[in-house]
């Protein structure tokens, strides 16, 4: 068999418009007072109250207050958006684009943000745009897309501000200028949205025009550290593994990787791991390696699911199982990895092995090859003609 890869830390960085999420209530720190709240807000909310029916179903789905239950907001929500409540409408539409407590329902989703939008919720205007640019539940239209966060950004809606600037950055749906996407990504950064502070460090660093400033992009990317970014956090310590104008520093690659992974980040998880499986910076220690990636991969992270599937397919820190192996590069593949993309095509060249089919894996080499992949490219031209796609 020819070498299975992996996918190593990276400055790459994938960068999309930000949804919002489900609206909270937001407490007191006095529990007798909210006690108080709670028990008003119950009883408004028996009588039909469609504000007080909003705002428990809000705290449920959020567990803001009260314990989380998606069973319980929905049951609340329901009823105060037939009575035509925007904050029911919008916390409706995410739930079900994220199938909290219902099957998701890309459509439905977006039939609630709509009549949200309509009633004035700049949330749902925003998650309208979301919906547009990638075709969640309606037709995909850039073009539409923008137009819903140029809107809702000029009502003061901050999320929608960063927004506009990604979309600026790379001409989707109206015309690239990174001057105007700067100027987006400052505007919201200056009024507290993290996101837009880490794509202002990103676009800084990473840009090859007139406007690439290293310290201006560090700046960014640690002021967004400081808000709580994991991304930040992570593409720090991915500079500082890769040595990205800068000295190489293993060590501080893993400090900034262990803050971003107590956020959350499913990268940094892929990140430390891949530093524990190589021994960078730290002693090597494969169990610490699986542990990482499995977390990660759990996550849905890709590279992690690749990474993983390599140690099981070598058996290292773990027994060797193919078909974890398998399963794992097949689920990284959906993502379009092109990594597990390769080596699930080496599997399925492997003549002894039960995943034998030289057709699919022509078909996935080809994928990597106009992705740019040298070592698929190569592999492809060693394949008999007759098994190439189409044949």
Same mark, same amino acid.
């Given at each position: 068999?020819?070498?299975? !890869?992996?996918?190593?830390?990276?400055?790459?960085?994938? !960068?999309?418009?930000?949804?919002?999420?489900?609206?909270?209530?937001?407490?007191? *720190?006095?529990?007798?007072?909210?006690?108080?709240?709670?028990?008003?807000?119950?009883?408004?909310?028996?009588?039909?109250?469609?504000?007080?029916?909003?705002?428990?179903?809000?705290?449920?789905?959020?567990?803001?207050?009260?314990?989380?239950?998606?069973? !319980?907001?929905?049951?609340?929500?329901?009823?105060?958006?037939?009575?035509?409540?925007?904050?029911?409408?919008?916390?409706?539409?995410?739930?079900?684009?994220?199938?909290?407590?219902?099957?998701?329902?890309?459509?439905? @989703?977006?039939?609630?943000?709509?009549?949200?939008?309509? /009633?004035?919720?700049? *949330? $749902?205007?925003?998650?309208?745009?979301?919906?547009?640019?990638?075709?969640?539940?309606?037709?995909?239209?850039? $073009?539409?897309?923008?137009?819903?966060?140029?809107?809702?950004?000029?009502?003061?809606?901050?999320?929608?501000?960063?927004?506009?600037?990604?979309?600026?950055?790379?001409?989707?749906?109206?015309?690239?200028?990174? $001057?105007?996407?700067?100027?987006?990504?400052?505007?919201?950064?200056?009024?507290?949205?993290?996101?837009?502070?880490?794509?202002?460090?990103?676009?800084? !660093?990473?840009?090859?025009?007139?406007?690439?400033?290293?310290?201006?992009?560090?700046?960014?990317?640690?002021?967004?550290?400081?808000?709580?970014?994991?991304?930040?956090?992570?593409?720090?310590?991915?500079?500082?593994?890769?040595?990205?104008?800068?000295?190489?520093?293993?060590?501080?690659?893993?400090?900034?990787?262990?803050?971003?992974?107590?956020?959350?980040?499913?990268?940094?998880?892929?990140?430390?791991?891949?530093?524990?499986?190589?021994?960078?910076?730290?002693?090597?220690?494969?169990?610490?390696?699986?542990?990482?990636?499995?977390?990660?991969?759990? /996550?849905?992270?890709?590279?992690?699911?690749?990474?993983?599937?390599?140690?099981?397919?070598?058996?290292?820190?773990?027994?060797? *199982?193919?078909?974890?192996?398998?399963?794992?590069?097949?689920?990284?593949?959906?993502?379009? &990895?092109?990594? @597990?993309?390769?080596?699930?095509?080496?599997?399925?060249?492997?003549? *002894?092995?039960?995943?034998? &089919?030289?057709?699919?894996?022509?078909?996935?080499?080809?994928?990597?090859?106009?992705?740019?992949?040298?070592?698929?490219?190569?592999?492809?031209?060693?394949?008999?003609?007759?098994? $190439?796609?189409?044949?």
């Amino acid at each position: 068999m020819n070498a299975v !890869i992996q996918h190593e830390p990276s400055t790459d960085v994938v !960068i999309t418009t930000l949804a919002g999420q489900v609206t909270p209530t937001h407490y007191s *720190d006095s529990a007798e007072y909210n006690d108080m709240l709670l028990s008003l807000l119950r009883q408004s909310a028996r009588s039909g109250n469609s504000d007080s029916l909003a705002k428990l179903g809000a705290m449920h789905a959020c567990g803001d207050g009260v314990p989380k239950n998606y069973s !319980i907001a929905l049951s609340l929500l329901r009823p105060a958006a037939d009575k035509g409540h925007p904050l029911a409408l919008y916390n409706l539409g995410v739930m079900h684009a994220r199938g909290l407590g219902t099957e998701a329902d890309p459509e439905m @989703a977006f039939k609630f943000y709509t009549r949200s939008a309509a /009633l004035g919720c700049l *949330d $749902a205007l925003n998650n309208l745009g979301v919906c547009y640019q990638h075709g969640f539940g309606c037709v995909r239209s850039l $073009a539409l897309a923008f137009e819903k966060f140029r809107e809702a950004a000029g009502r003061g809606y901050v999320i929608a501000v960063s927004n506009c600037g990604y979309m600026k950055e790379l001409g989707l749906g109206t015309n690239l200028d990174e $001057a105007e996407a700067l100027e987006h990504y400052r505007s919201a950064a200056a009024r507290g949205c993290v996101d837009a502070c880490y794509n202002l460090g990103r676009l800084h !660093i990473f840009t090859e025009t007139f406007y690439n400033d290293f310290n201006l992009g560090r700046e960014a990317l640690l002021k967004a550290a400081g808000m709580g970014s994991g991304e930040a956090y992570n593409l720090l310590g991915c500079m500082a593994y890769k040595g990205f104008k800068m000295a190489r520093d293993y060590d501080q690659a893993r400090e900034y990787y262990l803050l971003a992974d107590a956020l959350g980040n499913a990268a940094a998880r892929n990140n430390l791991a891949w530093l524990y499986q190589h021994g960078y910076g730290v002693p090597k220690d494969l169990e610490k390696a699986v542990h990482y990636y499995t977390q990660s991969a759990a /996550l849905g992270y890709s590279s992690a699911q690749c990474n993983l599937g390599y140690l099981y397919l070598h058996g290292q820190g773990v027994a060797r *199982d193919l078909s974890k192996a398998f399963e794992l590069f097949v689920q990284a593949t959906n993502a379009e &990895n092109t990594t @597990a993309m390769f080596n699930l095509a080496l599997l399925h060249l492997e003549p *002894d092995s039960s995943y034998h &089919n030289p057709a699919r894996a022509a078909s996935l080499l080809k994928k990597c090859a106009l992705a740019g992949l040298v070592e698929a490219r190569q592999l492809l031209a060693e394949i008999p003609p007759e098994t $190439a796609p189409g044949a």
